[in-house]
């Protein structure tokens, strides 16, 4: 059974804290792409991209974004049925704005 379709900003990444970050329900769409932009003023972060099959954890690695250049965008694609996406810092962003989003069954 597939899902409807859905994008939503990550607001964890708004505050640029390290944390257990913001956990977004995908609802075990059959596919999700992530993306982690840092902003033009940024030097410095990193982001990591997890899933779960439930919003509560364990949590499981899909994928690291680490800042290498102003205005450099990361895409995390998840081809499998997962419950729940959270990015979170793992080291906070230097500078700028970092935006995030989650897209379900691109």
Do not use: Y
Not at 3 to 15: I, K
Not at 25 to 46: D, E, M, Q, R
Request: a neutral charge; aromatic letters at 6%.
């Amino acid at each position: 059974m597939d899902r409807q379709a859905f994008s939503a900003p990550v607001p964890s990444l708004v505050a640029a804290t390290t944390g257990t970050g913001t956990v977004v329900p995908v609802n075990h769409c059959s596919k999700t792409l992530s993306t982690v932009k840092f902003g033009a003023g940024t030097s410095a972060g990193i982001v990591v991209v997890e899933s779960s099959d439930t919003p509560g954890g364990p949590w499981i690695l899909q994928g690291t974004a680490t800042w290498a250049a102003a205005s450099t965008e990361f895409e995390f694609k998840i081809d499998h049925r997962v419950g729940a996406i959270r990015h979170r810092f793992t080291t906070n962003a230097v500078g700028g704005v970092v935006d995030s989003n989650v897209q379900g069954d691109i």
